[in-house]
């Protein structure tokens, strides 16, 4: 599709897949609620703001690559 075909079709094609990754890959990071038995926040919540800011930067940039 990228070397024929559309780029606009190509964007929304990795938009998609990147919609449908993001379930998976909150499902892999700790999660953000708090624990239920002490209230606490959990102690791995920045890893997890800072792995869907960089997901959302990778699919960002290969979507700028693509348009390009």
């Not at 606009?8 to 890959?25: D, F, R």
């Given at each position: 599709?990228?070397h024929?075909?559309?780029?606009?079709?190509a964007?929304?094609l990795?938009?998609?897949?990147?919609?449908?990754?993001?379930?998976?890959?909150?499902?892999?990071?700790?999660?953000?609620?708090?624990?239920?038995?002490?209230?606490?926040?959990?102690?791995?919540?920045?890893?997890?703001?800072?792995?869907?800011?960089?997901?959302?930067?990778?699919?960002?940039?290969?979507?700028?690559?693509?348009?390009?």
């Amino acid at each position: 599709m990228l070397h024929g075909g559309d780029r606009t079709a190509a964007a929304a094609l990795m938009i998609g897949l990147a919609v449908s990754i993001l379930p998976i890959l909150l499902r892999v990071l700790p999660p953000l609620r708090r624990d239920v038995r002490t209230d606490e926040q959990g102690r791995y919540v920045l890893v997890t703001v800072v792995g869907v800011i960089v997901y959302v930067v990778l699919v960002a940039a290969a979507i700028t690559l693509v348009e390009l």
